[in-house]
């Protein structure tokens, strides 16, 4: 259970979005001006032969991820003598709201891993810097890339993230309680009328197959990616507008909430209950995040499997967020810092293999068409989501409202509201949110 | 008092009538300066920890104040305006978590009070164990928020937890919803709240009560009073002081409720047990929009101030 909590802790940032971080400072001046093609800062990454610089790294891999992740750390200074990397490891959480401080004092870090949704809040305070240069020099262009990861990294036509992985949602099944009710373990349902069926069966052996939960985690991001089956999206293409009130949205709403009418799923499902009842072989079908591949290979005695999201709606879809590299601009800007760090993005991003194995997709096409990652089954099943996958769109000040959004979603799971007049309510507001925000930000 | 007197007088070196006169404008200008000079040490702490940044807070509030944007512009009393306005993003989030809050406190606090004081009236009798239930009952307190948090959000979870599963046994029902709608989830916030801090509270009567004379019990006796006499007109009365402050900081403490419904109810149904501190973190540290925040802090800072007025007056009147 820790280990679940801790991960979902490990992503609460995203999708609650801690808005963003740092001072201003910098903001007009020299920052920007040293990635650019300036020789001092180096070649965007290729290598460094500058004096020895310490580099401090700020993550919030706190999960199984974050041993693998401070493995790769070391062998990277012990293959660069004049590049050491220290890291810092806080919950995301935690993490996000420490950010801003450290860096207004000037005790930020020099890298951070950043979720995609957060890097425009970032970048349009001015905190991280541009890395279209390292893109450059890695000779890193969208086809090496899933389309949308490679385009979340962009605010106001400039690139601010690497993309070191995508996490998706996975479709997890209890093998042992789908053999049960008589369905084959060996072929979870890829479709609605799968699905439905499945859970008809499960419910016939007194199962209630697949528990709704009314909360961000799970329930919250099942919606999120059920809307986008069903054609919807969350926002208008330019963030201007809030769009979860829609016919697909409302009927994808729907159809979540009559899985408790229909008894599909029980009603009031507590936080993490989805994934506990999973676990237990209470229910049989749980959407969750990619992390939690980790956390059941931790139950040998669970008998389970993961597979794409099943297409409930008119097309595939699945929620998702990404890791990223950025560099964060420092009040005196040290351009060996800068190119000592575009190195060592540069260098992990070429054994994001070996990042893959801490449970998490590797970002780079090579890297995950290659046979080594095929042979992390788990981890390699969820791969092909990601040509469909619907990351959350790069706007500053967003997760307040995506806030919003999860919880007029837990008010139409609780029954408080009709799907409608919930997701019409959340809107209502979310409007507002996203105006203030346009104030604030300027754009 | 003598002591200034003192110094004056080892100091005066003048001829008597005169040094008198000097010595006595000596002396008030001693007695003017001591205390302060006393209250020098906690003066300059509250100054620089207590004051000064409420200050600083109230004038940040007249503020778009933003952590990372480097424009921080005067609006001045807009932030507050916001908190007024049906019309602004924060109008709705604000006041049902003041609603939420005020409902958790009208509900716990009366608990909070009286549960405790019956807990101390019995451990202060005397019976073997007694130690042991007096560490027993302050268990709780000494866990974190997080712990208890977490340990319950389990226990009183609608289709997996303990607590329905037990009800369920003895034939009541047992899919009450804990904590995913309301009133139940006022009920465990509350019910967990009072498990959880009752200990401090008792410990503080506990003290209180063995401040009391056992004379007064003896002479009470044998008078003839019964049991609930010597509780009405010995207990009560000498307690009243502790009780006056177990009542006024049982009142902050409640108002302050945060990690409770953080991690129990995780502000389920929609927003309705999300609180008005939980509120203040998201704003300011989520958001960054310190302005707001502390427009929210300081409304909520003179919210208090008048439940404590109204607090204290109440009891002056009983007391008179």
Redesign the interface.
């Known amino acids: 259970?820790i280990q679940n909590?801790m991960s979902r802790r490990r992503l609460l940032g995203l999708g609650?979005?801690?808005?963003?971080?740092?001072?201003?400072?910098l903001?007009?001046c020299g920052g920007g001006s040293s990635t650019k093609g300036s020789t001092a800062a180096g070649n965007g990454g290729k290598d460094y032969t500058g004096p020895k610089v310490d580099l401090k790294l700020w993550n919030g891999f706190t999960g199984g991820d974050g041993d693998i992740f401070k493995k790769l750390v070391e062998q990277f200074n012990s293959e660069h003598q004049n590049i050491a990397v220290s890291v810092i490891t806080y919950e995301w959480q935690d993490y996000?709201?420490k950010l801003?401080?450290a860096?207004?004092s000037g005790n930020g870090p020099d890298i951070a891993v950043m979720h995609m949704d957060q890097l425009a809040t970032f970048a349009a305070?001015?905190?991280i810097t541009e890395l279209d240069d390292v893109a450059k020099a890695l000779e890193l262009s969208e086809g090496d890339f899933a389309p949308t990861v490679w385009k979340g990294g962009i605010y106001h036509d400039k690139r601010y993230g690497i993309p070191l992985d995508m996490h998706p949602m996975g479709f997890y099944y209890n093998k042992a309680v789908m053999q049960k009710a008589g369905l084959d373990p060996n072929k979870p349902p890829a479709t609605k009328d799968e699905y439905t069926a499945a859970l008809t069966e499960l419910k016939k052996s007194g199962v209630q197959g697949f528990?709704v939960s009314?909360?961000q985690f799970t329930g919250g991001m099942t919606f999120y990616s059920l809307l986008h089956q069903w054609g919807g999206t969350l926002f208008d293409g330019e963030v201007a507008k809030a769009t979860f009130n829609s016919d697909p949205a409302v009927e994808a709403c729907t159809w979540l909430v009559d899985m408790i009418k229909q008894g599909f799923s029980?009603?009031?499902?507590?936080?993490d209950?989805d994934y506990?009842?999973l676990k237990?072989g209470?229910n049989a079908f749980n959407f969750n995040g990619i992390w939690q591949i980790n956390d059941l290979k931790k139950s040998p005695q669970v008998q389970w499997g993961v597979a794409p999201l099943p297409q409930i709606g008119s097309q595939k879809a699945t929620w998702a967020n990404s890791h990223n590299f950025t560099i964060v601009k420092q009040r005196s800007a040290d351009n060996n810092k800068v190119s000592g760090a575009k190195v060592f993005i540069n260098w992990l991003s070429q054994h994001s293999l070996d990042w893959a194995k801490g449970g998490q997709i590797p970002a780079r096409k090579e890297v995950r068409e290659g046979a080594e990652f095929k042979a992390l089954p788990e981890i390699s099943a969820l791969a092909p989501e990601l040509e469909y996958a619907a990351f959350p769109p790069a706007s500053p000040?967003l997760?307040?409202v995506m806030?919003t959004f999860y919880?007029?979603f837990?008010?139409a799971a609780?029954g408080?509201k009709s799907p409608k007049q919930a997701l019409d309510d959340g809107v209502n507001?979310a409007n507002?949110?996203l105006?203030?925000n346009r104030k604030?930000y300027g754009s | 008092m003598a002591d200034v007197i003192e110094v004056g007088a080892a100091r005066g070196d003048a001829p008597p009538p005169a040094g008198r006169t000097r010595r006595r404008g000596a002396t008030e200008r001693g007695h003017r300066a001591t205390p302060y000079l006393f209250l020098a040490p906690y003066l300059v702490l509250f100054l620089v920890f207590g004051l000064a940044p409420i200050l600083f807070g109230i004038w940040i509030s007249l503020h778009?104040w933003?952590?990372?944007?480097?424009n921080r512009p005067f609006i001045g009393l807009e932030n507050y305006r916001d908190l007024f306005s049906s019309?602004?993003?924060d109008y709705?989030d604000w006041w049902s978590s003041v609603r939420a809050t005020a409902i958790f406190t009208v509900l716990s606090v009366p608990l909070l009070v009286v549960v405790p004081l019956g807990l101390a009236l019995l451990l202060n009798e005397k019976f073997p164990g007694r130690t042991f239930f007096r560490a027993a009952f302050f268990a709780p307190y000494v866990l974190g928020v997080a712990v208890i948090g977490?340990l319950w959000?389990?226990l009183?979870?609608?289709?997996?937890?303990l607590v329905n599963r037990l009800l369920g046994a003895v034939g009541l029902p047992a899919?009450t919803?804990w904590?995913?709608?309301v009133p139940w989830a006022w009920v465990s916030l509350v019910g967990v709240t009072v498990w959880w801090t009752c200990g401090f509270n008792a410990v503080i009567y506990l003290a209180g009560l063995q401040d009391i004379p056992a004379e007064l019990y003896e002479a009470a006796r044998v008078d003839g009073a019964t049991a609930w006499d010597r509780f009405r007109h010995v207990t009560l009365p000498g307690l009243r002081p502790v009780l006056l402050f177990v009542l006024t900081t049982t009142i902050l403490a409640s108002a302050n409720v945060f990690g409770q419904s953080f991690l129990i109810t995780?502000?389920?149904?929609?927003?309705q047990t999300r609180t008005v501190v939980w509120r203040i973190v998201?704003e300011g540290?989520?958001?960054?929009d310190v302005g707001q925040a502390s427009a929210m802090s300081v409304l909520f800072a003179l919210l208090l101030a008048v439940v404590s007025i109204v607090n204290f007056r109440l009891f002056r009147y009983r007391e008179d």
């Open positions: 259970m909590e609650v979005g801690l808005g963003a971080a740092a001072t201003l400072t903001a007009g996000y709201s801003p401080g860096v207004t305070r001015g905190v528990w009314p909360f029980p009603a009031n499902v507590g936080q209950a506990l009842a237990s209470k000040g997760g307040e806030t919880n007029s837990n008010e609780l408080k507001k507002k949110q105006e203030d604030k | 778009q933003d952590l990372q944007l480097p019309d602004s993003a709705a977490l959000r389990f009183l979870d609608a289709n997996l937890g899919d919803p904590v995913t709608d995780q502000g389920a149904p929609g927003e998201d540290l989520r958001n960054y």
